[in-house]
């Protein structure tokens, strides 16, 4: 057993320190969290104390009473200080340093009784608690620290508000650094530009200050963003003190303490301004999450931010490991997620260009999904579909993924496969990429009819376009109409002219262009005889509607 000490003396010079076990009068036995037993005088503690008044006040003439505290506000340390409070007739030095300790003990041991005319323990601390204005930035750092496991009656709340109300004054008289050793009341007043701009060292005058309140548990950093937050701080200072507190607790924090500053970091952000958090940083704080279990709600909100700004995202980004036992290689559900967050687009209305980035994004993270073999058809369906059609300007890339993908995955059924080619557009398709898909025996017969009629409809819309454009170009009230305003400004003369020009090379261009399709049309008209065959046996359900299909195709190749 380890008995306490107590130092009666106030001089450095006299510590007078004994056993209080060499007291006659030592009739209270305390165990404090079991680390040290104190033998104390009730007489003089229990006066004090409503807490222990009221448990020895039938006892109060026994010979020898034990108490055992195993969760005492501050431990050892500060239970001598509350012996100390008693032993000198209720005086004692309060200050920042103290003064939180002193509080929480005092309001655990319930002592609000005055003795000998002198205000109690709790009335002390709160009198010097009301001037934390006064205060100097490494005093609130301190009472804080000293605060973290013990539960908050007010005090915590008083030091955070301090610390914002000090945050939001300008950088040139805000307090400089709590690493620093000037540490007067108005010194965080006075200090001038050049003498705070040589203590930040390197430091922005944002951000100098997040090396020292990144020492605060989770808890504190709740409460100090929230009041953050209602005071209309800088939510972009704010999303950058998150995410430097996240990268600063790891290193040294239990996996346990790695959830709780993970899911604090991440609920804090979702109450920022979407735009004001860095779309890197977030899936960053992703691939941190991939290795912890944190809670669902936590991730859900993640996941939301993400998607809310998927049209700042990059394919790297995109291409995250599928979960442990999954056999497919990429997390498509994620990815399913992050296109439905995005396209809710919580509070903001999402723009075509934004969505059109995002369809150019995901017609690159199919392709490169395309080639797992393990990924099923229906999840890849889930991706070609999940956009709206206007998301895209071109379907050439889709089509381009869907070749790999059905090459891939040869044993489909033409059921599946046309599910998938629904979600192609045949009229974004390029001359190309319809030619090739007409050809393409990976594809649906009737995916290849289609793309080819819808070939052949554009051939004959450009056919117009370039008789009407040849109408109107030879058109002698074009001419005069030209000849009138050349008259009217001479100096536009060679200009008309130019440009009259560059539309008729424009014109013999493009007439030998559709020349060369028309000849490429003639030789896919023995293909396209021979699908119509096979459609025949294939859509018998629907030989009505498709056999009028069939028969419009040789008016439209000839």
């Avoid at 790891?250 to 303490?257: L, M, R």
């Avoid at 890197?280 to 936590?298: A, T």
């Avoid at 956009?387 to 050439?396: E, I, K, M, T, W």
């Amino acid at each position: 057993m380890v008995y306490g000490f107590l130092t009666l003396g106030a001089s450095p010079f006299f510590p007078f320190r004994f056993l209080i076990t060499s007291l006659i009068c030592c009739d209270l036995e305390v165990d404090v969290n079991g680390e040290e037993t104190f033998l104390l005088d009730k007489k003089i503690i229990c006066p004090f104390s409503g807490r222990l008044s009221k448990l020895f006040d039938k006892s109060i003439n026994a010979k020898r009473n034990k108490v055992i505290f195993r969760d005492f506000p501050g431990g050892v340390e500060n239970f001598e200080l509350i012996a100390r409070f008693c032993y000198n007739n209720g005086k004692i030095d309060i200050n920042p340093s103290n003064v939180s300790l002193l509080y929480f003990a005092a309001q655990f041991l319930e002592m609000n009784n005055s003795v000998s005319g002198n205000r109690n323990l709790i009335e002390k601390t709160m009198k010097s608690i009301e001037e934390i204005s006064y205060w100097t930035w490494s005093d609130l750092l301190a009472t804080l620290k000293h605060c973290q496991d013990l539960q908050s009656s007010g005090i915590v709340e008083r030091c955070l508000d301090s610390l914002v109300g000090r945050l939001a004054i300008p950088s040139e008289a805000s307090p400089c650094a709590s690493t620093s050793s000037l540490d007067s009341p108005g010194f965080w007043l006075s200090c001038d530009t050049r003498s705070t701009k040589s203590l930040k060292d390197g430091f922005s005058q944002a951000t100098w200050w997040f090396e020292d309140l990144s020492i605060l548990s989770p808890d504190m950093i709740e409460m100090l963003i929230k009041s953050m937050v209602s005071r209309k701080y800088n939510h972009v200072i704010i999303g950058r003190f998150l995410f430097h507190y996240q990268k600063s607790k790891f290193y040294t924090a239990s996996p346990d303490e790695k959830h709780q500053v993970l899911e604090t970091v991440i609920d804090m952000l979702y109450t920022l301004d979407t735009n004001s958090i860095s779309c890197k940083s977030l899936f960053r704080i992703y691939r941190v999450v991939l290795n912890l279990n944190i809670s669902k709600n936590s991730r859900n909100k993640l996941e939301c931010m993400i998607g809310s700004q998927l049209d700042q995202a990059t394919l790297d980004n995109l291409l995250i490991p599928s979960p442990y036992g999954a056999s497919y290689l990429y997390d498509v559900n994620l990815v399913l997620r992050f296109l439905k967050a995005f396209l809710c687009g919580g509070d903001q209305q999402v723009s075509p260009m934004r969505i059109k980035k995002v369809g150019s994004l995901m017609d690159m993270y199919i392709s490169e999904v395309a080639p797992d073999p393990c990924l099923k058809s229906s999840k890849f369906l889930a991706l070609v579909v999940a956009l709206p059609d206007s998301a895209r300007d071109s379907s050439n890339e889709l089509y381009h993924a869907i070749d790999i993908y059905l090459e891939v995955h040869a044993g489909l059924s033409d059921e599946e496969k046309m599910k998938i080619c629904c979600a192609l557009n045949y009229e974004k398709l390029s001359t190309e990429a319809g030619i090739h898909l007409s050809q393409n025996a990976k594809f649906p017969s009737k995916s290849a009819v289609q793309a080819l009629i819808s070939q052949q409809l554009k051939l004959k819309n450009l056919l117009q376009s370039t008789n009407n454009t040849k109408l109107y170009t030879n058109s002698p009230c074009n001419f005069i109409e030209t000849k009138g305003k050349a008259k009217k400004d001479e100096a536009w003369e060679p200009t008309l002219y130019s440009e009259r020009l560059d539309i008729s090379v424009d014109n013999e261009k493009l007439r030998e262009h559709l020349q060369g399709m028309q000849c490429r049309v003639m030789e896919l008209e023995k293909v396209c005889k021979k699908m119509q065959r096979e459609m025949a046996k294939i859509m018998k359900s629907k030989a009505a509607a498709h056999s009028s299909s069939a028969r419009s195709l040789p008016r439209l190749c000839s």
